[in-house]
């Protein structure tokens, strides 16, 4: 691998000098965001966000300068992107989550003016006031809708508030609706729902009966506003030099489908985060927004997203589901399918999630080989990519080493393995080892 230097402080100039060093940090410390970090990320993250300075410390390794296009093809919340556009560089994310996506486009959106905005907003939260103290009848969602959320997502009264106020935020159809949007997403998740995260997504015991909705919504736009006044001078540099950051609603197993406005050999650079083989089901985790924001309105809705996703847990494995054909010809992926089902009969476990264990398996590493593969035509010849996994144990304990098969995988499809880079180390209680999170080094030589 080539020698990691530092970019020159012209690349960056609103990355603050203390981040271009090289970081040293404890392993307790590698997933935070740290202060200095929060800028605009912090409008919407949920638990499965990777932290900025990991993306900078690659940025710095690959080198990307003016002119590079850096792909996230599981953008998530769109930590990439955000990071690419504090680099100056241009930047796509593809995302199969309405909600993500959203979340993710509207944070790379800083052109708004931050004076008008908190102005408009706040002539909405005194109509809310307003519509809160005399409205008799409790708003609530359809069944349907409800019938989507964890039991006790929210508690009636701060849900009757949070649809009054989303009401009359889509009623003004304004350039800051967005923005008003997200900021009702993240300070219903963050104030007024039962929610906690860690990092299961479940239910407090203690319910909040009421919160102060609309208070707690502009403190999240004043949050918002103080990003947005800091920018004048980055947005400058950003129109200068015809920054475009793009997020794209696909699936990234498909990239020529995603993908269709882009050049062939357009990509300098991938930085991401697929999901890892394991029980996680990605849109439990940003459930009540996406119901409130109508990105989810009803089971269907919810199947059709999950049949976008890479298949990572046994809540979302369909009868059609083929992309095991993907890796006829790795026998790893196919021994350790085998290993989980041998064992799951041994040990009598019969419910129709665990017989579901071992096509996860199957499923995900030939979802990600079909992803690698849509990927190579759009690829510049040098490309760098890295790809943020975990190794993983959630199916009755039997060890997949994510890192190893996905960079063997690689491999056999052409790339060159640069390097398997430790992240970091979670501890799992259920098998007591230590789990590694790597980053998988490749590189795309055409
Ligand atoms: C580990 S998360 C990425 C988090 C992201 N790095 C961040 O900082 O927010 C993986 C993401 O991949 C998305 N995803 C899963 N399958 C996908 C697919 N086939 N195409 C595009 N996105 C997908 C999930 O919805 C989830 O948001």
Redesign the pocket.
Known sequence: MKEVTLLKQAYFPFVPEHRQKKRRYHNSDANKLFAQDRAFHQWY??V????PHLVQEYIEKFQLRDGDVLL?????????LVEAKKFCLQSIG????KM?HFA?TIKCHWTIDPDQFIAESKKIAMLAEKKIRSCKKIQTLSDEQMELLLENSISPMPLHKTLILLELIDATQTQFTGHQRLALATSTVRYSSNLHFGPEVGVTREKKQDSDVVTDWLTTIDMFVRDLREIPIRDKTIQKKKLRTEVIW????YLGDCLQNYEPHSITAVF?????PNEKD??RTTRLESVLLGFLRNKLELRQMKQ???R?NSRNIYKNDNDDHFIDSYSEVKKIAETIETKRIAMGKTSGFEKMYHKVVLQYFG?MTC?LQSLKPFLKKGAMLGY?VGDQASFLQVYIPTGKILADIAVQLGYKLIAIDPFRTRFATATKMNMNEEVVVLQWNG
Not at 72 to 80: A, K, S
Not at 94 to 97: G, K, Q, R, T, Y
Request: charged content about 15%; aromatic content about 12%.
């Open positions: 993250r949920f499965l966000s990777f932290p996230d093809p599981f953008c998530g919340t769109g930590t990439t593809v995302e199969a989550n993500t993710a696909g699936d990234s197993r991401t985060s697929p999901p890892y990605y849109t976008g996703l890479i990572s979802g992803h943020v």
